[in-house]
């Protein structure tokens, strides 16, 4: 009698101790989920703060017909400006980033000069005698006034605390002629035809 009842006390032992195992392992599984989801979730979050993206609306200037729009994003570090325009002449076209957010003068000019917050000379992007952060070069206009261009840079960002870096509150401005990467201080590109506000 006394070994049935051991035995017996043993298997329900054994029979209890997986039924608590089994317990513990769901347990552990939807704490694993709700972590794994938690994780998902703060990434995604992660990667919503990292992307940021801004749409400037041109304005004509100079009695121009210009119109198009400036959309500036940023990701990963990098700041990309993608530009389309219409109502241009045909030909080459300068395109920079000015001081002053402000459009208000007809001519453009209330937007101050050429941003250069590193006080470089003007020259082409890039170029080992020196550059401005706002100068971005020429872009090709065709005969039915269309042109566009795609600049991307790790020397941009979007409203970070890094003022030689940020573009907000800063202007883009099409000029009626071609950058010539040379004459100071601005490359002698000629009128304003257009200037759109980077502002969120």
Not at 91 to 105: P, Q, R, Y
Not at 115 to 133: A, C, I, V
Not at 142 to 151: M, Q, Y
């Amino acid at each position: 009698m006394k070994r049935i009842y051991l035995s017996l006390l043993f298997s329900a032992a054994i029979f209890f101790t997986g039924c608590k195992n089994e317990n513990t392992t769901a347990e552990d599984r939807v704490e694993e989920n709700v972590d794994a989801t938690q994780e998902t979730a703060a990434e995604d979050m992660e990667m919503e703060e990292e992307m940021k993206e801004i749409t400037v609306q041109m304005e004509p200037k100079s009695k121009s017909d210009l119109t198009g729009t400036v959309t500036f994003t940023e990701e990963n570090g990098e700041v990309t400006m993608t530009a389309e325009f219409t109502g241009l002449k045909e030909g080459m076209h300068a395109i920079h980033l000015h001081e002053k957010a402000d459009c208000s003068a007809e001519d453009g000019t209330s937007a101050g000069g050429h941003w250069n917050p590193t006080f470089e000379d003007h020259g082409e992007w890039g170029s080992e005698k020196g550059y401005h952060r706002g100068d971005i070069g020429n872009f090709d206009v065709n005969a039915e006034g269309k042109g566009s261009i795609t600049f991307t840079t790790d020397q941009w960002c979007i409203g970070c605390d890094d003022e030689k870096k940020n573009i907000l509150n800063k202007a883009v401005i099409v000029h009626d002629g071609a950058d010539d990467f040379t004459s100071q201080p601005s490359g002698a590109a000629g009128t304003r035809v257009g200037c759109g506000v980077i502002k969120q």
